[in-house]
């Protein structure tokens, strides 16, 4: 494994601490008081050696209810890779997303849903509305033939109508397919034929910066290999008067539920039926669908909002995601089996203008708000006087996931948008996690760019190349012992689950990502291990050349990969984008390669610095280093599907 960089992320200071009046009031140490522990360690130390009592204890904690109790938490006799959660329990998660909230009046009149559009209208829905929009697209989905295990797609912008759909859907028994709004026709064509798909949701289009991105078309393109979907149910989210229509298969969503009642069943399920199947993108190959049941990722979600982010009924939760990504179905999930409220938004956060993000979290009394770090760069040169110019008092944490940090972005948030006396709340997982492996939280001091540690729950562990925990060095990241929202398995495909965590470790699984833990138990998630570069025989994490790089005023992100060389194996080779009204140089270029030698010592002295109007990026803005490297070495793209913006990639084989 790579040595640690000298400046990065050894050398960081403490710099926010827990105010015990905050701690004293948090959920996790309701949680700890209830069960006598006495420290966050030694929850840490139970909770991940006795699995079954803790996820038995959140379980109830966060008082979910059960149609049918379980007879045990967790059943490991097919092996840690295979378990089986609450066995022979019975549960439908909207019973606790919607249903019980609906026995009493208060809760019934909260707020769940807080509704922006770009163009400035909002709308605000209760858990009732919500139950009752829910009800009635349930009704007309059985009426038309929907049913238990059935899978429907969604392939909507952040709507309430989304929120609508993706309810009633598990609602009824059937299983829900996310689709990212921004996926081309072939993306969605492979997850509609592989998830064997019988209906969709769609909208006609949905504004960004100003414009209308059209949608209908590209799902109606996507469905001309999809025979199989019999229905598409077509939101006019848009108002578009050319929209294209199929007879006989399109209808419109608000006909649709049109006479249906108010109320309607919720589906008996068994807890561990499939309730989702949401795909995340492999570096080659077909697409991977990772499959999900009603008490694993839902309960996940839910247990890492409410103990390690203090998320408590009645507060609200924004965080910036698509119903594609999983932090789409993470927010309802979570927000809804606590009782608060979240915020769903369309349109770009910085338009009209770079303050949009901040207005909103003023507007709609957000609490905790989920960003990336690369957003944060995005806005950092327009200055801090729109961040000024909202009142951001109520906020209680920055949340953020996507991409590791630089220490500069870091600080900018915890000093202008948090006044250095609110946490940031790093956190790291992943789709297949259903939510935190590392996770800041209320209790522990934080540095920059740093996690409190592990989710409790989570056996998470740093190794070295001989599978031995290590700290103050970089190593990899596992999980030695299973938790309930773990994946259950690949949508037909096991052997591919059980190759891509389990078998190079056997026993442990290996998440793919580089960690650290310092001297004072901070964690820190340096990037994707396949994004590793190796310098004749030295490794690195990208984080460790972007963190310098980002740290020179004139650039405003960068990439680092590594480049195949003759005699070294790879090269060190950086893409940088400047910020606006920055030229590329050879005297910056200059800077910026010494800078990293310096640091980072000559061995591993970049073979090139190269600057770029852009960088390859997913729709939640993760840094796609695999199509960086591929397109400028004319490689094999591999599935593109996840890429928000093409153009990005002749920008890299433009860069100078």
Known sequence: MSEPSPTFPFDQKIAWTPDPAVVAESNLQAFMDLHGITSYEKLMERSTTDIAWFWDAAITHLGIEFEQPYTNVVDLSEGPEMPVWCVNGRMNIVHNLLDKWLRDEDTAERIALKYEAEGGNIRYLTYREVSVEVARLAGALRADGFGQGDVIALFMPMTPELLFAFLAVIKIGAIILPLFSGYGPKAVTTRLLDAEAKAMFTSDGFPRRGKTIPLKETADEALLSCPDVRRVIVHSHASRSDVPVTIDRDVDFHAFTEGFPETAKTESTSAEDIMMIIYTSGTTGRPKGAVHTHCGFPVKAAQDMFHSMDVKPGETMYWMSDMGWMMGPWLVFGTMTIGASMVFSDGAPDFPDPGRLWQMVAAHDVTHLGLSPVLIRALMPHGTDFVQASDLSGLRAVASTGSPWDPQSWNWVFESVLNRDKPILNYSGGTEISGGIVCGNFLRP??????????????????????????????????????????????????????????????LWLHGDFAA???????????????????????????????????????????????????????????????PGVEPSEKLRQILVNAVTSELGKPLKPGFVRFTTKLPKTRNSKVMRRLIKAAWINGELGDVSSLEDPGALDAIREAQ
């Open 446 to 507: 934080l540095k920059p760019c740093s996690f409190s540690g592990p989710v409790p729950g989570m056996a998470a562990d740093v190794i070295d190349e001989d599978g031995n925990s290590v700290q103050n060095v970089v190593g990899e990241l596992v999980i030695r012992k299973p938790w309930i929202g773990m994946t259950r398995g690949f949508w037909k495909d096991d052997a591919r689950y059980l190759e891509s965590f389990w078998e190079k470790r056997p026993g």
């Open 517 to 579: 833990v310092d001297e004072d138990g901070l964690w820190f998630i340096l990037g994707r291990s396949d994004d590793t570069i190796k310098v004749a025989g030295k490794r690195l994490g990208p984080a460790e050349v972007e963190s310098i790089v980002n740290a020179n005023p004139n650039v405003t992100e960068s990439a680092a990969v590594g480049i195949p060389h003759e005699i070294k194996g790879e090269e060190l080779g950086v893409f940088a984008v400047l910020r």
